[in-house]
């Protein structure tokens, strides 16, 4: 079946690093892929989404190019803020039945950013 | 800006108790989702809900579980025996029409089983 496997946290780093969070699925058909963010308290808010191989989904400075070749959709960020603080999963959707279109998860990735 | 609710936050019931957690999903949405998340453990799809049926389920979505829309608002998933291993985050979401398209997470209700 479908899976996503995102590395491990958690990571600390410091305001104004660079951030790259990996991502790579196993999926049979052709699915799309998407970063959701968990904020403390808060349910989960997409943050990007690609549909296709090659799409980059970009949001809020944070960036993921869909790599159907390597199966990758690695998450990344030039300068990370303290605001971005939080939890970050990795999702594919694959049609199920009746067009279901139900996520997949990665164990999440929990970022912690220094001042 | 609408958002899909769910209630309550936090649900603390006996082992073999019976548990309804509340869902109002956006309102023009069609797909609804409930999905749940052990401690420390991945986000795992439970059932999927489309034209007032189960389109898909999990697994995990056996027997113990149902799931309602009693009134074109309320999204409902029902527990009948709870179990210690119940214990989790269930989160409810939300899809505006066919397709890949995002799906809109409620914030979750904890469920503790003791």
């Known amino acids: 079946g479908d899976s996503v496997t995102q590395m491990e946290g958690p990571v600390t780093l410091s305001e104004e690093a660079f951030l790259t969070i990996n991502c790579t699925y196993t999926?049979?058909?052709?699915?799309?892929l998407f970063w959701y963010v968990q904020y403390p308290g808060e349910g989960l808010q997409l943050l990007l989404k690609?549909?296709?191989?090659?799409d980059k989904g970009s949001n809020k400075g944070f960036e993921a190019t869909y790599r159907k070749e390597t199966t990758s959709f690695h998450l990344e960020k030039g300068s990370v803020q303290v605001s971005d603080s939080a939890v970050y999963f990795c999702?594919?959707?694959?049609?199920?039945?009746?067009?279901?279109?139900?996520?997949?998860f990665g164990k999440g990735t929990k970022l912690s950013v220094i001042p | 800006e609408p958002e899909v609710t769910q209630t309550p936050s936090h649900q603390v019931t006996q082992m073999g108790q019976e548990v309804i957690l509340r869902c109002v999903p956006i309102?023009?949405?069609?797909?609804f989702y409930w999905y749940r998340q052990i401690l420390g453990q991945k986000v795992e799809f439970l059932v999927s809900?489309?034209?007032?049926?189960?389109?898909?389920k999990s697994e995990i979505f056996d027997d113990q579980f149902s799931v309602e829309r009693p009134d074109g608002s309320n999204f409902t998933l029902k527990i009948r025996s709870t179990k210690l291993e119940d214990s989790a985050m269930y989160f409810c979401?939300?899809?505006?029409?066919?397709?890949?398209?995002?799906?809109?997470f409620g914030p979750g209700t904890r469920l503790t089983v003791t």
């Open positions: 809900f489309y034209n007032n049926e189960i389109s898909e």
């Open positions: 979401a939300s899809r505006i029409e066919e397709g890949p398209y995002e799906q809109y």
């Open positions: 690609a549909t296709k191989a090659d």
């Open positions: 999926a049979t058909g052709y699915p799309s």
């Open positions: 309102s023009n949405h069609l797909y």
């Open positions: 999702a594919l959707s694959d049609q199920g039945g009746a067009g279901s279109y139900q996520l997949t």
